[in-house]
């Protein structure tokens, strides 16, 4: 099974809408989570890491569901710069240091 | 400014080569890493390095190799072993120890094959 499991999509979306995308996660010891936001032909950037209470920036909420293994990025009032690819990410501590798990990625397009 | 620069950003390797890329921060971060992405598909790792002197092998490690003589440097040959070497690779670095900060990565760098 893998580390970390996410929908690639594609999702196709008019401008304006909501839309929400889930990651899960195999090892219950994880410790840590982020989303990031990968254009095309570019690397990933960090969007925003991801609290147990949930947390917010701007049209952006991510949330941390530690009892079902799952993360969520909810984009609304979508933009068509929001088209990107979106990673989730899963840090666990093994033995050696940290280990970053990364998820396949979500495509978003967001059309006009 | 803070950051991690790979060079180059596109590279051509013919058949037979070794082929060398390199990846410098002043982040003073311990811990760095290489992934390779092929079209469509996510990060895989190749190798990483948790501090200087000292790498371990990723997912992919075969037909590449790595040094960490300095903190700042983590030069990822790509040998002639690499049979299907045309992919974008990916430089990336972290803070270690506490378990809770993401990583930051470089702006890669384009393999092909000649």
């Known amino acids: 099974r893998k580390e970390v499991e996410q929908d690639p999509g594609p999702f196709n979306v008019p401008e304006g809408a909501t839309v929400a995308f889930n990651c899960t996660y195999s090892?219950?010891?994880?410790?840590?989570f982020f989303w990031y936001r990968q254009d095309c032909r570019k690397e990933p950037k960090l969007l925003m890491s991801?609290?147990?209470s949930g947390n917010e920036d701007g049209r952006f909420t991510a949330q941390l569901n530690r009892a079902s293994q799952y993360i969520s990025l909810l984009i609304r009032d979508s933009k068509l710069s929001d088209s990107a690819t979106y990673l989730c990410?899963?840090?666990?501590?093994?033995?050696?240091?940290?280990?970053?798990?990364f998820g396949t990625g979500t495509s978003l397009t967001v059309i006009p | 400014d803070g950051g991690i620069t790979q060079s180059p950003k596109y590279l051509f390797r013919k058949e037979g080569q070794n082929v060398t890329l390199s990846c410098e921060q002043n982040?003073?971060?311990?811990?760095m890493y290489w992934y390779r992405q092929d079209p469509g598909q996510g990060l895989r790792l190749i190798y990483y390095s948790q501090i200087v002197n000292d790498f371990q092998k990723g997912d992919i490690a075969e037909g590449y190799s790595v040094s960490r003589e300095k903190k700042e440097s983590f030069p990822l040959t790509v040998t002639s072993a690499q049979k299907n070497p045309t992919a974008f690779y990916l430089c990336?670095?972290?803070?270690?120890?506490?378990?809770?900060?993401?990583?930051?990565f470089g702006d890669g760098t384009r393999l092909s094959i000649l």
């Open positions: 990410v899963v840090i666990r501590l093994p033995r050696g240091g940290n280990q970053f798990y």
């Open positions: 982040l003073n971060h311990d811990a």
């Open positions: 090892n219950s010891a994880s410790q840590s």
């Open positions: 990336a670095s972290s803070i270690t120890d506490l378990g809770n900060q993401p990583q930051h």
């Open positions: 991801v609290y147990s």
